[in-house]
């Protein structure tokens, strides 16, 4: 590195000497106390393990579909502490990780798809008005953007395909000028905007208020109280717990990346640790050379991409671009922090916000994100149907857990709906492998994914195997 160079990546990291490691969205003085823990054996009718947005969905649309229908979720810690509260609060209503991914995999079912996506995030919306769910919901959109002359490119491409499909109501293409006139970076080559796709949120305070909402119609939550084993009993299930244990007729289980209590389902996903920033907030100078007056979410169209947003108070979360798997999928605290991942995200903010020299990151962060090999969420049921799951929403899960948990409820009934009819819902993705293999194919996927973005975007041929096996890793 040049000596220029080395002077600028120690500015850079200044800017990192008052971050603290913790979620930005979990350091609140506002947090609520965690609900007490189960104590003795209970009964229910409904038992939802899980206190994500997965769990909180499932355990408030059972009670507004059925009111008297007996409640009870149990979350292994508090409620939104892991990857609910510390994500970037991007509120997507696509359900297939985005519209590329959900045409290439079900290209005949890819408009129902999206009506339903459309319909879940109005509901996330209806939902926050109906139950003053205090999370600083933003209906904003999202720009994707291009940062190279090859991804612009693609984009102006990608828009033609989707236009000839009938799938662009909303989206806009947006060339070098007209994306900087939303938001100024000298890096911005061209742009997707996607007008009302995309929500954002604060992430925790949708979690704690979803909580609240639960226990107002009559949820029993008990927090710091894992769910240690599940099997049959009876005509129903039983749940052990630590200090107890509780008996339901029905079980859904919203675990996502930890160990599914149905253990054959637990090779389909992996953890990939994500790291993001957050600003001190910028003042009306800081923010006015900037622009982003319209307040979008952005993310940029590299294989190992940076998704950006603002706060409620002005502040810049930046995440993204390394993508991490513990050897053995392991999910362990330790991997919440990484500086060297912090020092590499604060080079690419200044080199994508250069007019924002001197901002000071106020908190650093990791967390798992659970993973499948198609990228988006799979459901399915066990013994007998009285149990059913939903896991592997691969970080785009804030929206898409609502309409998991509408799956999940469906299953359970065993209604046959326009959800479980979806070949998405009926059929699985592929398994990872056992190590080392499934280590090594991560690997090796990475570091093709890296050469594509330093070579044009043109993919080697272990990406294009993977394209033809159907597995397609594209981020």
Sequence with gaps: MAPSAMSRSNDWTKSLSDAQPVPYWLDDPGRPRPQPALTGADTCDLLVVGGGYSGLWTALIAKERDPGR?????????????????????????????????????????HRLQELGARNLDGIEA???????????????????????????????????????????????????????????????????DHRGVAMVNPAKLAWNLKRACLALGVRVHENTPALTLRPYGAGMAVRTPYGGVRARTVAL??????????????????????????????????????????????????QFHYFRLSADNRVLWGGYDAIYPYGGRVRAEYDDRPETYAKLAGHFFTCFPQLEGVRFTHAWGGAIDTCSRFSAFFGTAHQ??????????????????????????????????????????????????EPFAWTGIALTKWSLARADAHGGRRNLWLRTMDRLGLGFDS
Aim: proline share 5%; charged share 25%; aromatic share 10%.
């Design 385 to 434: 149907g009285k149990v059913a799951y939903a896991a592997g929403y691969t970080g785009l899960g804030v929206g898409a857990t609502r309409f998991g948990a509408e799956v999940m409820l469906d299953l359970l009934s065993g209604e046959r709906t326009e959800r479980t009819e979806l070949r998405m819902v009926r059929r699985k993705p592929l398994p990872f492998p056992p």
């Design 127 to 193: 939902a926050v008005a109906r139950h003053d769910l205090d999370c600083d919901f933003e209906r904003t959109g999202e720009i994707d953007v291009a940062t190279e002359p090859y991804q612009a490119r693609e984009l102006k491409g990608w828009y033609e395909e989707i236009r000839a499909e009938g799938l662009a109501d909303g989206v806009e293409y947006l060339d070098a000028e007209a994306v900087r006139e939303q938001v100024d970076s000298p890096t911005f080559r061209a742009g997707l905007y």
């Design 70 to 110: 007996d409640v009870v979720l149990l979350e292994g810690r508090e409620v939104g502490w892991a990857a609910s509260g510390r994500n970037g609060g991007f509120c997507a209503a696509s359900l297939t990780h985005g519209l590329s991914n959900g045409l290439a995999r079900w290209p005949d079912e890819i």
């Design 254 to 303: 919203g675990t996502n990346i930890f160990p599914s209590l149905v253990k054959r389902v637990r090779s389909y996903t992996v953890p990939v640790y994500d790291y993001a920033l957050m600003t001190e907030p910028l003042t009306a100078e800081q923010l006015a050379s900037v622009g982003w007056r319209n307040r979008q979410g952005l993310g940029d169209s590299a294989n």
